[in-house]
T-cell receptor, first 114, second 110 residues
């Protein structure tokens, strides 16, 4: 199984600022995903982070608000820009095993915007 | 647009009882996942179901998939308190991204 780490694990940020979340995987993977889980809710896919190309965003999410980088096959970052209290959520990165179809999730970053 | 619906959304049950969580999805898919989430924690993978009629079991949990009915079930046998958590099903419409159900918050009382 893949071991995924995220930094920071939690943060409290002021309205209007930006936060970059890092995701590191212990093995090379083709596709990485970023999900958001709002308080008491299910998970919603933000975007698919592709190595060597632009991220693919889901409906309702835009690059200006959630820029993503994927510089190599083990690392990705998600930035939450110009934050508002509505951005308070848990942000999780996820990877898929190329061999077993298992999809693994990182420990999450708990973001609170005041 | 793929929709995934779970029921019930909340379930309170007594230890020792059996129960089933249902997961319906709206369009054909080739993968169905079950996850467990404890409060304040990330998601733990329970099962991956890849074909019609697939059945997987781990301890007191058993998951099955009927692709023709677009239905998966997660059956809990002789529940114990440690199984209290939120359970999510998720369906893959292709390209390996997942659409999640709303989650079922399960509370097992002694």
């Amino acid at each position: 199984s893949a071991v995924i780490s995220q930094k920071p694990s939690r943060d409290i940020c002021q309205r209007g600022t930006s936060l970059t979340i890092q995701c590191q995987v212990d093995s090379q993977v083709t596709m990485m995903f970023w999900y958001r889980q709002q308080p008491g809710q299910s998970l919603t896919l933000i975007a698919t982070a592709n190595q060597g190309s632009e991220a693919t965003y889901e409906s309702g999410f835009v690059i200006d608000k959630f820029p993503i980088s994927r510089p190599n096959l083990t690392f990705s970052t998600l930035t939450v820009s110009n934050m508002s209290p509505e951005d308070s959520s848990i942000y999780l990165c996820s990877v898929v095993s190329d061999s077993s179809y298992e999809q693994y999730f990182g420990p999450g970053t708990r973001l609170t915007v005041t | 647009e793929l929709k995934v619906e779970q029921n019930p959304l909340f379930l309170s049950m007594q230890e020792g009882k059996n129960y089933t969580i249902y997961c319906n999805y709206s369009t054909t898919s080739d993968r169905l996942y079950w996850y467990r989430q404890d409060p304040g924690k990330s998601l733990e993978s329970l099962f991956v179901l890849l074909s019609n009629g697939a059945v997987k079991q781990e301890g007191r949990l058993m998951a099955s998939l009927d692709t023709k009915a677009r239905l998966s079930t997660l059956h809990i046998t002789a529940a114990v308190h440690d199984l209290s958590a939120t359970y999510f099903c998720a369906v893959g419409p292709g390209a390996q991204k997942l659409v999640f159900g709303q989650g079922t918050r399960l509370t097992i009382n002694p």
